[in-house]
């Protein structure tokens, strides 16, 4: 027996837009607690963590937790295909995951299941010094406008705001949010802290931004950088993470 | 003398985009019955057939009977030119078909009037054991979902329901509409019948939807498909005709 | 000492992209009297002056007249980058033109300064004998309807009214704006006009309709094509000119 129903399609849908721009394959492990995945990206550069609780669904009935694999490009097709505010339904049958969406009409696809080899993806555990929670809006901006001149961005967390900055020989950009801006909602800096990073990673996941209206971002001084964002209210969280580019 | 008046362009616009997607020239007969076109596509597999009656126009003066031969792919080119609530006047003159718009500003547009052979296609005379009505929004849905997964079609119509499936290795599709479904208008089934068809045709013919609200399907196990929509109220239609797929 | 702001990116936005869809590089004078450049396209065909006058500055402080060479497709990009109210603020910065702009969060560019040979570009001095005023979203119209059918277009200005006309073996078509259509604003004929000019040049101009609604038109037949554009209500405005496309 395995059934979660969730109101409305958009959470699902943009959490796994937002996985499979990183990832082609993933294992989702699925029991009355929700759902629960975690890989790293196949260069182990970013790694990301989708947790769904029991609270982001309407019913949840699982016998006892089960994995599965799935195609994540072919799994985002199935749910681009759902209006945001559909009803969905998520089962199993004989090797496949049944997906049923009810809106205009009712669609179900069954996608089959895949094997996906257990590796061991070690859980970073690290503690920031510097931490800030933004609107993912504020995020989504700045890192647009960084990508016009760049394709690195420095994050730069003071006690007077939140930067990114781009350079190249196009010039340079920076998007600031001052403490005080609408956008910034809180800024913890022990220690302030800077960090460059690959830009597309982080283009790829701020697309989860539609399935998130906050994100914390935490940085020490070339270090990893943390995002975490907050899916429908606190009951869903994807966290990623993110090696720092060096500069020589 | 010939001219034609339609107080809004997007009734033309729309039915000439859909049969412009399967046939590249069509011969156009104008008549004070209206226009009336049917054609096969190149490959024989789809037949097409366009009748705009008298009452879908405002004004109609036409002498004698005309055949007009134009390329479909230009003609269709011009209308997208026009705003859906543009008014149109269709004349002739010295071997142009003459397209005037009426919004912002005046925009008339001669299109070459070309030789078309006169082929003759057969009017496939055929009747039905399985029929409904839908909104055609629903079946552009139901076509739009089956195409993630396959490039078959299947259509089944029972008691209970209008199916569109779709399967391949990528696993599998139903979109289904329930009896009693508001976009289900009516179904009538002597004997359940169910059919493949080539999806690309159908997704073709769809767009017309836009210039339809309601569309009829009917059916007989393993042969041809009909579909009717029925344009601004039942002032014009489009009666399209599928040969099926038959598996292997 | 240079600082230069508008409360509203959208006049420089839009400006901007219509002069860089003609020239790579240009070359501003910016004095207490605003902002002031002209260029001639690669080709010598278009000639392009873009003038913002003081007026559509809220505060300009300038020592002394300054010539900045800016790569146009780089600063469309950091442009397009603004949403259309975002408030703007222009300064300069060892090397580096420097634009800021105020709406979600705060971003600054930086973009270098090139050198730009200065070439010596000769203002023509033409009077014309047909003269229309439009709105330049009709302009705008009748340029889209005439590239359907060609890739040349034809400005007929007679005391009835303003035609566009295109014409190639796909057909003609003709976009009238008659004496009495509210999109003409003013029509002065002293001498019938009409001449043939390329239409791309046009296409990539009328971009800048965005920034202007309004667009005034002189012609005298077989000769240069003038065009200007009034750029919030009359505080700029960008002139255009461009040779005539002579027919055998």
């Given at each position: 027996?395995?059934?979660?129903?969730m109101?409305?399609?958009?959470?699902?849908r943009?959490?796994?837009?937002?996985?499979?721009?990183?990832?082609?394959?993933?294992s989702?492990?699925?029991?009355?607690?929700?759902?629960?995945?975690?890989?790293?990206?196949?260069?182990r550069?970013?790694?990301?963590?989708?947790?769904?609780?029991r609270?982001?669904?309407?019913?949840?009935?699982?016998?006892?937790?089960?994995?599965?694999g799935?195609n994540?490009?072919?799994?985002?097709?199935?749910?681009?295909?759902?209006?945001?505010?559909?009803?969905?339904?998520i089962?199993?049958?004989?090797?496949?995951?049944?997906?049923?969406?009810?809106?205009?009409?009712?669609?179900?696809?069954?996608?089959?299941?895949i094997?996906?080899?257990?590796?061991d993806?070690?859980v970073?555990?690290?503690?920031?010094r510097?931490?800030?929670?933004?609107?993912s809006?504020?995020?989504?901006?700045?890192?647009?406008?960084?990508?016009?001149?760049?394709?690195?961005?420095?994050f730069?967390?003071?006690?007077?705001?939140?930067?990114?900055?781009?350079?190249?020989?196009?010039?340079?950009?920076?998007?600031?949010?001052?403490?005080?801006d609408?956008d910034?909602?809180?800024?913890?800096?022990?220690?302030?802290?800077?960090?460059?990073?690959?830009?597309?990673?982080?283009?790829?996941?701020?697309?989860?931004?539609?399935?998130?209206?906050?994100?914390?971002?935490?940085l020490?001084t070339?270090?990893?950088?943390?995002m975490?964002?907050?899916?429908?209210?606190?009951?869903?969280?994807?966290?990623?993470?993110?090696?720092?580019r060096?500069?020589?």
């Amino acid at each position: 027996m395995l059934r979660l129903v969730m109101p409305e399609a958009k959470t699902l849908r943009y959490s796994i837009e937002a996985i499979s721009n990183l990832i082609d394959e993933g294992s989702f492990k699925i029991s009355e607690n929700g759902i629960y995945m975690r890989a790293m990206d196949p260069s182990r550069i970013a790694y990301i963590e989708l947790q769904l609780s029991r609270d982001s669904f309407e019913t949840i009935e699982v016998d006892e937790e089960v994995s599965v694999g799935l195609n994540l490009g072919e799994l985002k097709k199935r749910f681009s295909a759902a209006k945001p505010s559909d009803y969905v339904e998520i089962s199993m049958d004989k090797g496949f995951f049944v997906i049923r969406f009810k809106g205009k009409g009712t669609t179900t696809f069954k996608l089959p299941i895949i094997e996906i080899e257990e590796e061991d993806v070690p859980v970073p555990n690290l503690t920031f010094r510097a931490n800030a929670k933004l609107r993912s809006s504020a995020l989504k901006e700045g890192v647009k406008k960084v990508g016009i001149v760049s394709d690195t961005i420095k994050f730069i967390l003071t006690r007077e705001g939140v930067s990114m900055v781009g350079e190249s020989d196009l010039g340079e950009v920076e998007f600031l949010l001052e403490r005080g801006d609408e956008d910034l909602i809180s800024l913890e800096v022990e220690e302030e802290a800077k960090a460059s990073y690959t830009l597309s990673y982080i283009e790829d996941v701020v697309k989860a931004t539609a399935a998130s209206e906050v994100v914390s971002i935490s940085l020490n001084t070339d270090h990893p950088l943390r995002m975490e964002f907050f899916i429908s209210g606190d009951a869903g969280r994807m966290i990623f993470l993110l090696a720092p580019r060096i500069e020589q």
